[in-house]
């Protein structure tokens, strides 16, 4: 019998040291794919903050028919004459980001190639290989939210990589 309570103690004992463990703020870094597998972004921590850059693009290349097909891909909507010229590989999307101590990272900015606009972002993990992206203007319930799927290890890509260099 005592036993059998001293397992029920150390199982509770467990339960409960699980339930109040610190969350890790470093369980965002690595890499992630975006929504509908087009690019990966790699999630770095620098001086506290954390920062994500473009390491691959599924389609890095300019498309047939258009000015400079078949060049890599650059940043042509940025609003800032200055880096119209960037390459698309290396690109930093997220900026500035902060974990909140529970299970968000805020204050942060995501920037968006397509459009160039740039957008407040936070940033949540559903579950361990899922995180939540969310931008937004002015406040976070006028925004949107894609989903994005860590990258297996094995299918980590090196800065640089793209769709017509293999990850191998």
């Given at each position: 019998?005592?036993q059998?309570?001293?397992?029920?103690?150390?199982?509770?004992?467990?339960?409960?040291?699980?339930?109040?463990?610190?969350?890790?703020?470093?369980?965002?870094?690595?890499?992630?794919?975006?929504?509908?597998?087009?690019?990966?972004?790699e999630?770095?921590?620098e001086?506290?903050?954390?920062?994500?850059?473009?390491?691959?693009?599924?389609?890095?290349?300019?498309?047939?028919?258009?000015?400079?097909?078949?060049k890599?891909?650059?940043?042509?909507?940025?609003?800032?004459?200055?880096?119209?010229?960037d390459?698309?590989?290396?690109?930093?999307?997220?900026?500035?980001?902060?974990?909140?101590?529970?299970?968000?990272?805020?204050?942060?900015t995501?920037?968006?190639?397509?459009?160039?606009?740039?957008?407040?972002?936070?940033?949540?993990?559903?579950n361990n290989?899922?995180?939540?992206?969310?931008?937004?203007?002015?406040i976070?319930?006028?925004?949107?939210?894609?989903?994005?799927?860590?990258?297996?290890?094995?299918?980590e890509?090196?800065?640089?990589?793209?769709?017509?260099?293999?990850?191998?």
């Amino acid at each position: 019998m005592k036993q059998v309570l001293l397992g029920c103690a150390v199982c509770l004992a467990a339960a409960v040291a699980v339930t109040f463990a610190a969350p890790d703020p470093d369980a965002v870094l690595g890499q992630w794919y975006t929504a509908g597998k087009e690019s990966k972004v790699e999630i770095t921590k620098e001086d506290g903050k954390y920062f994500g850059a473009l390491v691959w693009l599924k389609d890095p290349l300019v498309e047939e028919g258009k000015p400079d097909a078949g060049k890599p891909k650059l940043d042509v909507n940025n609003p800032d004459p200055a880096h119209k010229n960037d390459p698309i590989l290396g690109l930093k999307l997220l900026k500035g980001f902060s974990f909140d101590g529970k299970e968000n990272w805020s204050g942060g900015t995501i920037y968006d190639p397509e459009s160039g606009k740039t957008y407040k972002c936070t940033m949540k993990l559903s579950n361990n290989d899922t995180l939540d992206v969310r931008g937004y203007l002015g406040i976070a319930a006028f925004g949107r939210t894609t989903q994005w799927s860590r990258v297996p290890k094995e299918e980590e890509s090196k800065p640089g990589e793209s769709a017509d260099k293999p990850t191998k």
